[in-house]
């Protein structure tokens, strides 16, 4: 489609505009020296979301079922537990790596191609690993905080590991490119449709909806490094030092490659 090809043409180009070009602009935030600019990239996404995105999602929302939606979405879900398994054993998570594995199995067996998530029921669950995250357990800084286009908040990190993440995603290795795209853009949707409700809560709550976005992704992002268990700064750590831009696999207080646990 041509319209996707443009897409991701411009997609690129504003990336590597955000990335490359604006080493100038310093925000007060240490983890957010590219702010100026960041904010810049979040007013166009809020257009782009008000006048297509959002109106679309909105669209999906009232045309289908609960059960139908719900049925998408799972599916897709079983595609990403391919690459958590991936992933999981990159990171040396074996525990990890065999839930994925069964819930793979499971789910697109029993559960018709993912569409019902069995493995759920049987009580295992999901365990989402991507890119970045295998980058981080392997001693990858995150880099500074930017917003990209379409994409929102990301790292430099993770903004890598998005991309790899979409390449190599089940979905992307049909040979039809009709078909491809099709996946893409109801996958894009069936995920606007789900933070509709967080989305509008965000902007009607929070005084600045950018720093209010910026701090939850960035400690969603250590947590999912960290598996929900980050190390806690003592007394005597400067308080100001982002936590983010260590690897799991790195001291807390030198900063060095720590031993990795087993």
């Known amino acids: 489609m041509k319209f996707l090809k443009r897409w991701r043409l411009a997609f690129t180009v504003l990336t590597v505009l955000l990335l490359q070009g604006c080493a100038s602009l310093q925000g007060p935030d240490p983890a957010d020296p590219l702010e100026p600019l960041n904010r ?52 040396l998570k074996m525990e990890a790596a065999l839930k994925n594995v069964a819930r793979v199995g499971i789910n697109t067996t029993i559960g018709l191609g993912g569409i019902i998530d069995w493995a759920t029921e049987f009580r295992i669950d ?22 990209l286009p379409f994409f929102g908040p990301s790292t430099v990190r993770d903004s890598f590991g998005l991309w790899v993440d979409n390449k190599t995603d089940v979905s992307q290795q049909l040979k039809d490119a009709g078909a491809r795209n099709a996946l893409t853009l109801l996958r894009l949707t069936d995920k606007r449709e789900r933070y509709l409700t967080l989305s509008d809560a965000v902007r009607q709550a929070s005084l600045d909806p950018y720093t209010f976005t910026r701090d939850a992704y960035l400690q969603k992002r250590i947590n999912d490094i960290y598996d929900g268990n980050p190390p806690v700064l003592d007394d005597f750590d400067e308080s100001d030092e982002a936590l983010p831009m260590r690897a799991p696999n790195q001291s807390m207080t030198t900063g060095k490659p720590s031993p990795k646990q087993p």
Not at 131 to 139: I, N, R, S
């Open 40 to 91: 810049k990239v979040t007013v166009f996404n809020d257009v782009a979301d008000d006048l297509v995105l959002r109106p679309v999602a909105v669209f999906y929302s009232d045309l289908l079922p609960s059960v139908v939606k719900k049925g998408i979405s799972n599916f897709f879900s079983n595609q990403s537990d391919v690459m958590s398994f991936f992933n999981s054993l990159a990171q």
């Open 126 to 147: 999901k365990q989402k690993e991507d890119f970045g995250q295998t980058m981080a357990f392997w001693g990858v800084s995150s880099g500074p905080y930017v917003v």
